[in-house]
Protein backbone atom coordinates (compact mmCIF):
# COMPACT_ATOMS: atom_id res chain seq x y z
CA UNK A 1 0.00 0.00 0.00
CA UNK A 2 1.72 3.07 -0.91
CA UNK A 3 -0.44 6.00 0.19
CA UNK A 4 -0.01 8.59 2.80
CA UNK A 5 -0.44 12.14 3.87
CA UNK A 6 -1.38 15.03 2.15
CA UNK A 7 -0.17 18.58 2.25
CA UNK A 8 -2.13 20.73 5.07
CA UNK A 9 -2.32 24.15 5.93
CA UNK A 10 0.06 24.59 8.37
CA UNK A 11 1.87 20.97 7.96
CA UNK A 12 5.23 20.23 7.14
CA UNK A 13 4.53 19.58 3.83
CA UNK A 14 2.78 22.91 3.07
CA UNK A 15 5.83 24.94 5.03
CA UNK A 16 8.73 23.19 3.73
CA UNK A 17 8.02 21.46 0.17
CA UNK A 18 10.41 23.11 -1.62
CA UNK A 19 13.04 21.06 -3.83
CA UNK A 20 16.14 22.05 -4.92
CA UNK A 21 17.25 22.19 -8.21
CA UNK A 22 19.56 19.08 -8.73
CA UNK A 23 16.75 17.23 -6.42
CA UNK A 24 16.27 14.31 -8.82
CA UNK A 25 19.81 13.52 -9.05
CA UNK A 26 20.17 13.27 -5.59
CA UNK A 27 17.34 10.65 -5.01
CA UNK A 28 18.78 8.66 -8.14
CA UNK A 29 22.20 8.81 -5.73
CA UNK A 30 20.26 7.68 -3.06
CA UNK A 31 18.99 5.01 -4.82
CA UNK A 32 22.18 4.26 -6.10
CA UNK A 33 24.09 4.11 -3.06
CA UNK A 34 21.37 1.63 -1.12
CA UNK A 35 21.72 -0.54 -4.14
CA UNK A 36 25.52 -0.81 -3.62
CA UNK A 37 25.22 -1.50 -0.08
CA UNK A 38 22.59 -4.46 -0.65
CA UNK A 39 24.89 -5.53 -3.38
CA UNK A 40 28.47 -5.31 -1.13
CA UNK A 41 26.68 -6.46 2.32
CA UNK A 42 24.16 -9.24 1.01
CA UNK A 43 21.79 -10.33 4.21
CA UNK A 44 24.21 -8.19 6.66
CA UNK A 45 23.32 -4.43 6.08
CA UNK A 46 20.06 -2.86 8.32
CA UNK A 47 18.31 0.28 7.98
CA UNK A 48 18.87 1.97 11.35
CA UNK A 49 15.91 3.82 11.21
CA UNK A 50 15.49 6.52 14.11
CA UNK A 51 11.56 6.78 12.62
CA UNK A 52 12.27 10.41 11.79
CA UNK A 53 11.51 12.01 8.36
CA UNK A 54 14.45 11.45 6.80
CA UNK A 55 14.55 7.41 7.79
CA UNK A 56 10.97 7.32 6.87
CA UNK A 57 12.21 8.04 3.53
CA UNK A 58 15.06 5.91 3.06
CA UNK A 59 12.80 3.24 4.18
CA UNK A 60 9.99 3.84 1.37
CA UNK A 61 13.26 3.87 -1.26
CA UNK A 62 13.94 0.19 0.22
CA UNK A 63 10.28 -0.91 -0.02
CA UNK A 64 9.47 0.96 -3.78
CA UNK A 65 12.67 -0.84 -4.57
CA UNK A 66 12.31 -4.18 -3.13
CA UNK A 67 16.11 -3.83 -1.98
CA UNK A 68 17.00 -7.00 0.60
CA UNK A 69 17.93 -4.32 3.29
CA UNK A 70 16.64 -4.98 6.77
CA UNK A 71 15.07 -2.50 9.24
CA UNK A 72 15.61 -2.08 12.69
CA UNK A 73 14.52 1.06 15.34
CA UNK A 74 15.15 1.37 18.49
CA UNK A 75 12.29 1.44 21.15
CA UNK A 76 13.97 2.89 24.18
CA UNK A 77 10.92 3.10 26.25
CA UNK A 78 10.62 7.21 26.36
CA UNK A 79 9.60 7.87 23.06
CA UNK A 80 6.45 10.11 22.11
CA UNK A 81 3.22 7.81 21.44
CA UNK A 82 3.29 9.59 17.86
CA UNK A 83 6.93 8.47 17.20
CA UNK A 84 6.31 4.59 18.60
CA UNK A 85 3.19 4.21 16.27
CA UNK A 86 5.55 4.87 12.97
CA UNK A 87 6.39 1.04 13.79
CA UNK A 88 2.96 -0.60 12.92
CA UNK A 89 2.37 1.95 10.47
CA UNK A 90 5.75 1.25 8.50
CA UNK A 91 4.63 -2.32 8.64
CA UNK A 92 1.00 -1.66 7.09
CA UNK A 93 1.86 0.92 4.67
CA UNK A 94 4.65 -1.63 3.11
CA UNK A 95 2.57 -4.56 3.75
CA UNK A 96 2.82 -5.54 0.28
CA UNK A 97 6.63 -5.22 -0.01
CA UNK A 98 6.97 -7.40 3.31
CA UNK A 99 8.56 -4.74 5.52
CA UNK A 100 9.21 -6.01 8.96
CA UNK A 101 11.06 -3.66 11.48
CA UNK A 102 13.23 -5.44 13.50
CA UNK A 103 12.40 -3.68 17.40
CA UNK A 104 14.98 -3.14 19.79
CA UNK A 105 14.89 -2.28 23.22
CA UNK A 106 16.64 -1.67 26.40
CA UNK A 107 17.67 -4.06 29.17
CA UNK A 108 14.68 -3.90 31.29
CA UNK A 109 17.07 -4.54 34.42
CA UNK A 110 19.45 -1.76 33.77
CA UNK A 111 17.01 0.71 33.03
CA UNK A 112 15.56 0.16 36.26
CA UNK A 113 18.70 0.21 37.99
CA UNK A 114 19.33 3.55 36.55
CA UNK A 115 15.68 5.19 37.48
CA UNK A 116 15.95 3.74 41.25
CA UNK A 117 19.33 5.60 41.43
CA UNK A 118 19.36 8.61 39.49
CA UNK A 119 15.57 9.20 38.80
CA UNK A 120 13.47 9.82 35.98
CA UNK A 121 14.76 13.04 34.86
CA UNK A 122 18.47 12.58 35.53
CA UNK A 123 19.44 13.76 32.05
CA UNK A 124 18.68 16.71 32.76
CA UNK A 125 20.81 16.94 35.94
CA UNK A 126 24.25 16.33 34.05
CA UNK A 127 25.89 15.48 30.44
CA UNK A 128 26.76 12.73 32.06
CA UNK A 129 24.05 11.42 33.03
CA UNK A 130 22.22 12.04 29.91
CA UNK A 131 24.63 10.31 28.33
CA UNK A 132 24.23 7.24 30.78
CA UNK A 133 20.52 7.37 30.17
CA UNK A 134 21.35 7.20 25.79
CA UNK A 135 23.92 4.19 26.42
CA UNK A 136 21.58 2.76 28.30
CA UNK A 137 18.19 3.38 26.22
CA UNK A 138 19.94 3.52 22.67
CA UNK A 139 23.74 2.69 22.66
CA UNK A 140 23.72 -0.66 23.98
CA UNK A 141 20.16 -1.99 21.71
CA UNK A 142 22.28 -0.45 18.46
CA UNK A 143 25.04 -2.91 19.57
CA UNK A 144 22.90 -5.61 19.26
CA UNK A 145 21.15 -4.48 16.10
CA UNK A 146 24.13 -4.58 14.46
CA UNK A 147 26.05 -7.50 16.13
CA UNK A 148 25.84 -9.52 13.14
CA UNK A 149 26.02 -7.10 10.61
CA UNK A 150 28.79 -5.76 8.42
CA UNK A 151 26.98 -2.31 7.48
CA UNK A 152 24.23 -0.01 8.52
CA UNK A 153 22.28 2.76 6.93
CA UNK A 154 21.29 5.92 8.56
CA UNK A 155 19.22 9.08 7.08
CA UNK A 156 21.57 11.68 8.29
CA UNK A 157 22.19 15.20 6.45
CA UNK A 158 24.90 17.27 6.56
CA UNK A 159 22.38 20.40 7.03
CA UNK A 160 21.14 19.15 10.50
CA UNK A 161 23.89 20.22 12.73
CA UNK A 162 27.08 21.54 12.48
CA UNK A 163 28.57 18.05 14.20
CA UNK A 164 27.02 16.66 10.93
CA UNK A 165 28.42 18.97 8.56
CA UNK A 166 31.89 16.46 7.59
CA UNK A 167 30.04 13.35 7.39
CA UNK A 168 30.06 11.77 4.20
CA UNK A 169 27.85 9.50 2.34
CA UNK A 170 29.86 6.19 2.80
CA UNK A 171 31.87 6.25 6.07
CA UNK A 172 33.69 3.65 8.45
CA UNK A 173 32.10 3.40 12.15
CA UNK A 174 34.74 2.75 15.23
CA UNK A 175 34.12 -1.19 15.08
CA UNK A 176 35.14 -1.16 11.01
CA UNK A 177 31.29 -1.53 9.55
CA UNK A 178 30.49 0.24 6.51
CA UNK A 179 28.09 3.13 7.54
CA UNK A 180 25.54 4.62 4.28
CA UNK A 181 24.27 7.94 4.82
CA UNK A 182 22.30 8.03 1.31
CA UNK A 183 20.63 11.44 2.94
CA UNK A 184 23.51 13.33 3.40
CA UNK A 185 23.41 15.99 0.43
CA UNK A 186 19.52 16.07 0.39
CA UNK A 187 18.10 19.63 1.72
CA UNK A 188 15.36 20.01 4.47
CA UNK A 189 12.86 21.09 1.06
CA UNK A 190 13.89 18.06 -0.98
CA UNK A 191 12.75 16.09 2.43
CA UNK A 192 9.46 17.55 2.19
CA UNK A 193 9.01 17.75 -1.63
CA UNK A 194 9.54 13.72 -1.89
CA UNK A 195 7.04 13.23 1.10
CA UNK A 196 4.65 14.98 -0.85
CA UNK A 197 5.23 13.72 -4.40
CA UNK A 198 5.55 9.92 -3.01
CA UNK A 199 2.90 10.14 0.31
CA UNK A 200 5.41 9.10 2.49
CA UNK A 201 4.14 8.31 6.09
CA UNK A 202 5.95 10.49 8.61
CA UNK A 203 5.78 11.56 12.35
CA UNK A 204 2.74 13.90 13.08
CA UNK A 205 5.48 15.84 15.36
CA UNK A 206 7.00 17.22 12.29
CA UNK A 207 3.79 19.36 11.85
CA UNK A 208 4.36 20.52 15.11
CA UNK A 209 8.16 22.40 14.73
CA UNK A 210 10.04 19.58 15.90
CA UNK A 211 12.20 18.69 13.02
CA UNK A 212 14.65 16.32 14.68
CA UNK A 213 12.73 13.80 17.50
CA UNK A 214 14.07 11.93 19.54
CA UNK A 215 13.17 10.89 23.30
CA UNK A 216 9.99 12.83 24.53
CA UNK A 217 11.85 14.12 27.89
CA UNK A 218 15.15 15.33 25.79
CA UNK A 219 12.61 17.07 22.36
CA UNK A 220 11.02 20.25 22.22
CA UNK A 221 9.51 21.91 19.41
CA UNK A 222 11.83 24.96 17.53
CA UNK A 223 11.37 28.18 17.18
CA UNK A 224 11.96 30.17 14.18
CA UNK A 225 15.32 30.76 13.15
CA UNK A 226 16.74 27.69 15.41
CA UNK A 227 19.26 25.05 14.28
CA UNK A 228 17.40 21.98 13.57
CA UNK A 229 18.47 20.06 16.06
CA UNK A 230 17.94 23.34 18.92
CA UNK A 231 14.89 20.94 20.37
CA UNK A 232 16.91 18.30 21.04
CA UNK A 233 18.94 18.36 24.82
CA UNK A 234 18.14 22.25 24.64
CA UNK A 235 19.57 22.58 27.88
CA UNK A 236 22.96 21.08 26.66
CA UNK A 237 25.94 23.29 25.43
CA UNK A 238 25.12 22.93 21.40
CA UNK A 239 28.36 20.75 21.08
CA UNK A 240 27.64 17.93 23.40
CA UNK A 241 24.08 17.66 21.62
CA UNK A 242 24.65 14.04 20.41
CA UNK A 243 23.90 10.91 22.00
CA UNK A 244 26.86 8.53 20.68
CA UNK A 245 25.39 6.74 17.81
CA UNK A 246 26.94 8.50 15.13
CA UNK A 247 30.23 10.28 16.56
CA UNK A 248 33.80 8.64 16.73
CA UNK A 249 35.41 7.98 19.90
Excluded at 122 to 129: C, F, N, W
Aim: net charge negative; proline share 5%.
Amino acid sequence: MLGGPAAAAGSAIGLYNNPSADYATKVQATVALLKAAAFEHPGKVVQATSLGVEDMIVTDLIARHQLPIAIGTLETGMLNPETAALIGTIETHYADAGIHVEVYRPKNEAVVEFVSQHGEKAMYESIDLRKACCGIRKLEPLARMLAERTAWITGLRREQSNNRGGMLDREVDDAGRAKFNPMIEWTWGDVWHYVAVNHVPYNPLHDQFMPSIGCAPCTRAIAVGEDFRAGRWWWEDEKAKECGLHVHK
